[in-house]
């Protein structure tokens, strides 16, 4: 059974970090581009970071670009988010999404599989 689960979400203030991750089980994450996407109540969701199949090509939003890094780990399966310098407007549900196409990655129809999500809450 394919399966993502996100982990090491939570609360934090804005300034702080957390890092989340992504365990992937039932398929080999090294035949898939890995992303994150977040949903914040009210609004679509909308791409956060990607990583090409080796780990070497990344990708951001502009709004993450320089605070936040996706990596992978193929022998784990699993991919992470660090994210740093968290502001309010980070608060969101973190999803991890995985694709198989060569689709364009920042799009959500791109994604094959997803995630349950993880809460993201950053106070002000």
């Known amino acids: 059974q394919v399966q993502l689960v996100e982990s090491g979400g939570g609360s934090v203030q804005a300034g702080g970090s957390l890092r989340l991750s992504c365990a992937a089980s039932g398929f080999a994450i090294n035949n898939y581009r890995m992303a994150w996407f977040r949903q914040a109540p009210g609004t679509e969701r909308e791409f956060v970071a990607g990583?090409?199949?080796?780990?070497?090509?990344?990708y951001y939003g502009q709004s993450v670009e320089g605070r936040f890094t996706i990596s992978r780990d193929n022998a784990k399966n699993l991919v992470a988010l660090q994210m740093n310098s968290l502001k309010a407007e980070d608060t969101a549900v973190y999803y991890c999404g995985a694709t198989s196409g060569y689709g364009y990655i920042k799009s959500v129809s791109s994604i094959d599989y997803w995630g349950q999500g993880t809460q993201v809450t950053v106070s002000a």
């Open positions: 990583v090409e199949w080796s780990g070497r090509f990344t």
